[in-house]
């Protein structure tokens, strides 16, 4: 079924494609059967649509039918006259009809493939155009009427407080009245097809649930009476309001709870001093001499202050130097031993001096152990649904602290009024599941709850 609907919507496309192409061979006959066309695909696509839908297509396939019928009455002895030859209100019919054909065929194309609040106003467009085109026919009263409001809903605090009611001769009479849920509202501009209306601030104010507010409009209607051959055309208010409805939401509200926890470095220290000399008898001896002095296992040099020298002696040709790291735990200290060598003799020698050094060098060193920072917990309310983003930040963060892995959980709580209608979780394992996105930066979290 669903591929024979859109075939007829295909057909119905090509035979308007063909005769708008070429604008001085459009006859009458062409645009009357391109609009009987895409009537038809309509009807065929909304019989397999769901309830609202159908409900909405009744009136565009009443007010179309009517514009078919018009034209055989209008037009029915020049069917096969081109459109440039009408003039007048022949003319706007014929032109109605062709915008009519789009506007449904637009219809069909959007029933066939989903149906929603933009299918239903596509609908509703194209009922008001064919209303428009029958009722604007000499000596037709002119009575007015509500299709649709835009929106059909609405979010206080978030949404404009106005709303927008979409229809026909929406512009008759001087003096038209609107009241929502009962209170009288200011009408903000007026045109042949929309009147836009805001929504009392009372009635704003009051909103604390989700509600449908009950819009009337008093308006004149354009009553025309055929005598003989003229037609008298006069203003009168209608016999009863036209009538129509908004719902309208209260604002959102985010409570966010949340906590901030996490684990530091703590360093345990170690320090020990060395004592190491060196002689040796022979006065003649020169060679180096590199000890190594480690911390123990486990533990690393204090990256602030990893060793310290004191060198006490170092006589003849011996000498100290500085200290220098050897791996994770460990300093070396290179030194030499030099004698200060023989004094010779022809028989024998005499010593000059021995070699000797000496000093103490400190290591320091240090051991870490993961330690817990107490957890931080904190509460946030938004002051309405325009406030999205949040930050808390724990105390302990204000002065870094060593290889810190921060942790954070937070829920928050969407209400609509006084009803909590969502509860999202995040936090260091899952910081972005839908509708809200979060982030840890160095102790502070920060949070944005979406749409």
């Not at 409009?217 to 036209?242: G, H, P």
């Not at 790291?325 to 004698?339: D, S």
Request: aromatic residues 8%.
């Amino acid at each position: 079924m669903a591929n024979i609907v859109r075939l007829m919507i295909i057909s119905a496309v090509l035979t308007l494609s063909s005769i708008t192409a070429s604008a001085q061979g459009l006859t009458v006959m062409a645009v009357k059967t391109a609009l009987e066309d895409a009537l038809k695909a309509f009807n065929s696509a909304i019989n397999t649509a769901g309830n609202e839908v159908r409900s909405s297509g009744t009136s565009l396939a009443t007010n179309a039918q009517n514009v078919i019928v018009d034209m055989n009455d209008q037009l029915g002895g020049r069917l096969t006259m081109s459109i440039s030859q009408l003039d007048g209100l022949q003319r706007r019919l014929a032109d109605d009809a062709i915008v009519l054909t789009r506007q449904i065929q637009q219809a069909t194309l959007a029933v066939t493939n989903a149906a929603g609040e933009q299918t239903r106003q596509t609908i509703f467009e194209a009922d008001i155009t064919a209303y428009n085109a029958s009722y604007s026919l000499p000596c037709r009263t002119l009575t007015p009427r509500i299709v649709y409001a835009n929106p059909s809903a609405l979010r206080r605090g978030s949404d404009l407080a106005e709303v927008r009611l979409r229809g026909n001769f929406l512009d008759i009479g001087e003096n038209p009245t609107v009241k929502i849920d009962g209170k009288a509202a200011d009408i903000i501009a007026r045109s042949r097809n929309e009147l836009v209306a805001s929504i009392p601030k009372e009635v704003i104010d009051s909103i604390s649930d989700t509600r449908s507010l009950p819009v009337a409009v008093r308006i004149d209607q354009a009553k025309r009476t055929n005598f003989w051959v003229y037609c008298y055309d006069r203003n009168t208010e209608m016999d009863s309001s036209l009538s129509t409805a908004i719902i309208v939401k209260p604002e959102l509200y985010y409570n966010i709870h949340g906590s901030i926890s996490g684990m530091y470095d703590v360093y345990d220290p170690w320090s020990h001093t060395f004592r190491y000399s060196k002689s040796d008898d022979d006065c003649g001896a020169n060679y180096d001499d590199t000890q190594q002095f480690c911390a123990p296992d486990g533990y690393k040099l204090n990256p602030s202050g990893p060793f310290g020298i004191a060198k006490y002696s170092a006589n003849c040709n011996s000498s100290i130097g500085d200290p220098q790291i050897a791996g994770a735990r460990c300093v070396t200290v290179p030194a030499h031993l030099g004698g200060c060598g023989y004094r010779n003799f022809y028989l024998g020698r005499e010593c000059r001096g021995r070699g000797f050094f000496e000093y103490d060098v400190t290591v320091n060193a240090q051991v870490a152990t993961r330690s817990a920072i107490q957890t931080y917990e904190f509460d946030h309310s938004s002051n309405g649904s325009v406030q999205r983003s949040f930050q808390a930040t724990h105390p302990s963060a204000i002065n870094p602290l060593p290889n810190v892995a921060w942790q954070y959980s937070i829920v928050v709580d969407i209400k609509e009024g006084t009803k909590t209608i969502k509860t999202i979780s995040a936090g260091t394992g899952s910081p972005n599941p839908e509708g809200v996105v979060s982030r840890m930066v160095d102790g502070t979290v920060y949070i944005e709850v979406k749409d």
